[in-house]
């Protein structure tokens, strides 16, 4: 069974950091792009970050470019996305989801923020950015 399990949400002051992680089992993540999701209750889900097969290639939503840091560790198996500088706006569910392209194949899609481009997904981890 493929699966991506997220970890490291919480509750964290405005101005502070988490990290959340992404594991996969049941498959490598090698030749798969990653992608970081976040949704609000009664919103849609949008696209928040993007790393290549490699981890050479990656893209952010405007709203956290600068704050947010994406990597991979493909010998882990494992995805992680770095949020500093937390924003009572951050607060929300986040999702990590993988993106099959097969071998050899290292790029961010050009709409990596397509929901159905994604398979499978992990199943979400709260953060909380409040005072």
């Known amino acids: 069974q493929l699966q991506l399990v997220e970890s490291g949400g919480g509750l964290v002051q405005p101005g502070g950091s988490l990290r959340l992680s992404c594991t996969a089992s049941?498959?490598?993540?090698?030749?798969?792009?990653i992608g970081w999701f976040r949704q609000a209750p009664g919103a849609e889900r949008e696209g928040v970050s993007c790393?290549?097969?490699?981890?050479?290639?990656?893209d952010y939503a405007d709203s956290v470019k600068g704050r947010f840091a994406v990597t991979r560790d493909n010998a882990k198996n494992t995805a992680y996305l770095q949020m500093n500088n937390l924003k009572p706006e951050d607060t929300d569910v986040y999702y990590c989801?993988?993106?099959?392209?097969?071998?050899?194949?290292?790029?961010?899609?050009?709409?990596?923020?397509?929901?159905?481009?994604?398979?499978?997904w992990g199943q979400g981890t709260q953060v909380t950015v409040s005072s």
């Open positions: 790393i290549s097969a490699s981890g050479y290639n990656k």
């Open positions: 049941g498959f490598t993540l090698d030749n798969y792009a």
């Open positions: 989801a993988a993106h099959f392209l097969g071998g050899g194949i290292d790029y961010i899609p050009p709409e990596w923020d397509t929901l159905r481009f994604y398979d499978p």
